[in-house]
């Protein structure tokens, strides 16, 4: 069956500029997870859904982060006013149930530059 | 805050070795370990997990045992392959609180030569 997908695969903004960077979940899977992947560094999470309810926001980094998945399924991550510390790849993550201690599928990923 | 720490990279080792990728945590509660791989070109996938003390996950010959005492989870396998070229991440859920998500190492890349 279809895996967890990600688009675009690579985004290049100019500094600023608003990116809104999509994922597709594996269907039926509940949970949906965010994270941050810095060159050199392991995934670090930036937020987690049940559904369509956000109920975990802690890692955003900033106010210019913003996520949505108004029906529980496909999952937006907006980035407003790049800026160059944003690069990097984005990573999105399903799983069936649960808030993280189960098996997360994860995405290719979409590979932010901003220049 | 819940932190994870393993052995930097790369490692290199030959074909048929003894691998050990050192990992240990700090984390409020009795957390989830995982080890987590990533194949060149592949997303991440889940290689095997432990979710209490003295557990010990197993899959595809690797093996990682949950030490509270050491607040450890190393990674172990006995005679490595080629295909095992990966990049090979430590990741725990907390129960005592904090985000919902997974706290990752910064991961260690394997490089198995013939």
């Known amino acids: 069956g279809a895996g967890v997908s990600q688009s675009p695969r690579y985004k290049v903004a100019k500094r600023g500029q608003d990116v809104a960077l999509r994922c597709d979940p594996i269907s039926g899977h509940v949970s949906l997870f965010w994270y941050q992947q810095a060159l050199g560094q392991g995934p670090e999470f930036l937020t987690y859904f049940q559904n369509e309810a956000q109920l975990d926001k802690s890692g955003l980094p900033s106010d210019r982060f913003f996520a949505e998945r108004p029906e529980g399924s496909v999952s937006t991550l907006k980035i407003q006013r790049t800026q160059q510390e944003d690069s990097a790849v984005y990573l999105c993550?399903?799983?069936?149930?649960?808030?993280?201690?189960?098996?997360?599928?994860f995405g290719p990923g979409t590979r932010l530059t901003v220049l | 805050g819940n932190s994870v720490t393993q052995m930097e990279g790369p490692v290199t080792l030959s074909e048929e070795a003894f691998l050990t990728i050192n990992c240990t945590y700090t984390a409020t509660g009795y957390p989830s370990l995982f080890w987590y791989v990533q194949y060149p070109g592949e997303g991440l996938q889940l290689l095997l997990k432990?979710?209490?003390?003295?557990d010990k996950g197993s899959n595809k010959g690797f093996e990682a045992t949950y030490r509270k005492e050491t607040t450890s989870f190393h990674l172990e396998k006995g005679s490595v392959q080629v295909s095992d070229s990966a990049v090979y991440f430590c990741a725990l859920h907390g129960r005592g609180g904090g985000a919902d998500g997974l706290t990752f190492g910064k991961g260690t890349h394997l490089i198995i030569q013939p």
């Open positions: 993550a399903s799983s069936l149930v649960g808030r993280g201690d189960n098996e997360q599928f």
């Open positions: 432990a979710t209490k003390a003295d």
